[in-house]
């Protein structure tokens, strides 16, 4: 379906069904399915190779699948050129020409369909004014800053009046400071327009901090879609576990204790587990959801502890990451930072305690 936001742009949602795409031997898409709602600001994430840009380019109309759909507000695209998919890419490297002004590579894309002089002097204007270079049109792209390149890049496309926006990695040439300020300029921009827009990113912080909901991809397989927060406080595997954020994992196994089910670590220590989570094989949780104590100390009320001593720590700021050598492998626990305050010594024996509630179990 195909909505009209407040500013007046057009809007669709994407729905993607069972695409399938090889180079070759190697299969690079795998039977992916997803549903984009328009208005929805989603992220395709993942590491290199796993077929975040490759997916992109499927609904852009620059790589073919060899099978599934995929429609847009409603139309099937695969069989339709690029230029007559209504959605405009914001490419990695901006494309932008350097002996045009910003003016004229913001025309380009107009020019190229033909539309009359006066139309192309609207939408331009209209869009320069949207990412906020309207006293900058006459300035050509070496003069301006990178997030100022990518904004005339931004721009360009908005001009064509697409109905979906594809960012493929667009902050990765900026400089780590540039790149914060930019991500929230491109939100601002979004909530304003209203457009259904993907980004492609293998940065979580990104993803994390902008976006609605993501698809967290590995090998060309979607492994989990959600909100941010739901997808780190709930992953379904190890991968997403590991790949969004710190991710402290310890083996175990379930067993049977008369009527309950346990998890049972290597050191010993046996709490109930939910019937939900009896298939699991893994421990996990995040280390600020976990505390220290002295190891003599009783571990507190329905919590999970683990013994271990101090390897080495890092001061982030706001807390203090001590890293926790024990019986299962190295656990993280972040701990608060406050002035003054003294840290524990290496080889220092602590207890580490994290709240049932806060445990999750994964599948091997």
């Known amino acids: 379906m195909t909505h009209i936001d407040a500013s007046g742009l057009k809007t669709a949602g994407i729905s993607i069904r069972k695409v399938n795409l090889s180079y070759g031997s190697l299969q690079v898409l795998k039977n992916v399915d997803l549903e984009i709602q328009p208005g929805e600001f ?28 995929v429609t847009v507000g409603g139309r099937e695209v695969l069989s339709l050129p690029p230029w007559k998919r209504d959605v405009g890419m914001v490419f990695q490297s901006y494309a932008l020409w350097p002996h045009m002004s910003v003016r004229k590579n ?60 594809l960012l493929d990695e667009p902050l990765s040439n900026l400089d780590a ?32 901090t902008i976006c609605d909901r993501i698809a967290v991809m590995k090998d060309g397989v979607i492994q989990q879609v959600g909100t941010p927060m739901a997808l780190y406080d709930n992953p379904v595997n190890l991968f997403v576990a590991s790949f969004l954020g710190t991710a402290n994992i310890l083996d175990g196994a379930m067993r049977t204790n008369g009527r309950e089910q346990v998890f049972e670590l290597p050191c010993g220590s046996r709490f109930p587990v939910p019937d939900e989570h009896r298939n699991g094989a893994k421990l996990f949780f995040r280390p600020q ?7 003599a100390d009783q ?39 406050a002035r003054g305050e003294a840290h524990l010594p290496d080889e220092h024996i602590v207890g580490v305690d994290v709240p049932l509630s806060r445990v999750n179990y994964l599948p091997a």
């Open 289 to 295: 959801n976990a505390r220290l104590a002295l190891a």
């Open 299 to 337: 571990a507190e009320t329905a919590s999970v502890r683990v013994k271990g001593k101090v390897s080495h720590k890092e001061f982030l700021g706001a807390s203090v990451r001590y890293g926790i050598r024990t019986e299962g492998g190295e656990v993280f626990a972040d701990i608060p930072h």
């Open 106 to 165: 913001v025309a380009f894309g107009l020019e190229e369909r033909r539309l009359p002089k006066d139309e192309i002097g609207r939408r331009v204007d209209k869009a320069l004014e949207l990412v906020g270079l309207g006293h900058l049109g006459s300035r050509r792209p070496s003069e301006l800053s990178g997030g100022q390149q990518q904004r005339v890049a931004l721009a360009r496309t908005i001009a064509i009046e697409p109905t979906v926006l």
């Open 177 to 208: 400071s540039l790149r914060v300020q930019v991500r929230r300029d491109l939100l601002a921009m979004q909530r304003r327009l209203g457009l259904t827009t993907i980004f492609v990113t293998h940065d979580q912080e990104e993803a994390n």
């Open 42 to 69: 989603f992220a395709f994430l993942g590491p290199s190779g796993c077929g975040k840009t490759t997916l992109l380019r499927v609904i852009a109309g620059f790589n073919t699948p060899q099978s599934g759909s």
